[in-house]
């Protein structure tokens, strides 16, 4: 499993430039993750199923054989842009002798020498190429309806991660998206030690795209962003329901969209200080879930707990006050 090991320097946030931008291909790509059993990806069965039901059985396992070594390059994955038939077709059309070329460069990066799938990749790409493109046009079309039910969702995402740049608060969202494939801590970026190899990383990252999926609770990537970024996947918050086929609820004020209800409950209720039992009777939780929400409030430093004797109270940062100021 991928583990989020490798360090990257970012760009302090006043600087760094994050935007966020919705296309279905990185979907794809880990609802052919899940298809071949790589990963718990968090995909709902009867998605799994359709996924199953679509791809033709005889390319599976050529793809299998390719993907456990190393990963995938960009020429073998429809990633380009929101138009997935116009994306399969560049990735059947492509020149063979670059995806030759592009794969020889992306075995190399891992100082082995290519399993035996991957030399027959490299010496004879067309027949990958075409399974390739058969499989990614059938998961689409098991997948259509899927991305098109999510979009409000996902323009919900964009508006909390603007709502996060406008407010100094990028900080808090991007700690709050880690995952077991990458994680942002200050101004650093952990994630796969092979990410940092393919991508041949020198120097700070000044860019990162956000890119909210809509196939798996479990669902995260990192690929390359160009010399100066990474493109960041993770599964969009209140993805549960819209697999589910419920329309999403309604957004709510700038602070529950920029935390969530739980923690936004916990910053407003924070001005009468508190204790850790009171948060969780408020909020109708164990002790536990109480603990972990204000640790991480505390570790985005919008508050702090003090003990007072045998209790533990909470009190709010000037941090937290100012984001208790944002309009509604």
């Known amino acids: 499993m991928l583990q989020p090991s490798a360090a990257v320097a970012l760009a302090p946030h006043d600087s760094l430039r994050v935007s966020v931008v919705h296309h279905p291909g990185t979907a794809l790509f880990c609802l052919l993750l899940d298809l071949l059993g790589m990963s718990g990806q968090g995909v709902p069965s009867a998605l799994r199923a359709a996924v199953r039901s679509a791809v033709p059985a005889g390319d599976i396992g050529r793809l299998e054989t390719l993907l456990r070594p190393y990963g995938l390059p960009e020429c073998l994955v429809p990633l380009a842009g929101p138009d997935v038939p116009s994306g399969l077709e560049q990735l059947r059309e492509q020149d063979l002798a670059e995806v030759s070329e592009q794969a020889l460069r992306w075995t190399g990066t891992t100082h082995r020498a290519p399993t035996a799938p991957w030399s027959r990749l490299i010496d004879r790409p067309a027949p990958y190429v075409a399974a390739f493109a058969r499989v990614f046009s059938a998961i689409w079309s098991a997948y ?93 918050p209140g993805l549960a329901l819209a697999l589910a086929g419920a329309p999403p609820r309604p957004a ?45 409030l505390e570790s985005a430093g919008l508050l702090t707990r003090r003990r007072r004797g045998r209790q533990v109270r909470l009190h709010l940062t000037l941090r937290g006050e100012a984001l208790l100021d944002l309009p509604a």
């Open 144 to 236: 259509t309806a899927v991305w098109q039910r999510a979009q409000p969702l996902l323009w919900r995402e964009t508006e909390r991660i603007g709502t996060a740049a406008v407010t100094g608060s990028l900080d808090v969202v991007l700690a709050a998206l880690a995952n077991p494939c990458w994680r942002v801590s200050g101004d650093t970026l952990y994630c796969p030690p092979l990410h940092t190899a393919q991508a041949r990383v020198r120097q700070p990252y000044r860019r990162l795209v956000l890119t909210p999926l809509a196939c798996g609770s479990d669902t995260h990537a990192i690929s390359p962003g160009g010399p100066d970024g990474a493109t960041l996947a993770y599964p969009a």
């Open 252 to 296: 709510g004020d700038p602070l529950t969209v920029l935390l969530g209800h739980a923690r936004a409950t916990i910053l407003r209720l924070t001005v009468l200080t508190p204790t850790m039992a009171e948060i969780a009777t408020a909020l109708s939780c164990s002790s536990g879930t109480a603990t972990y929400h204000c640790a991480f």
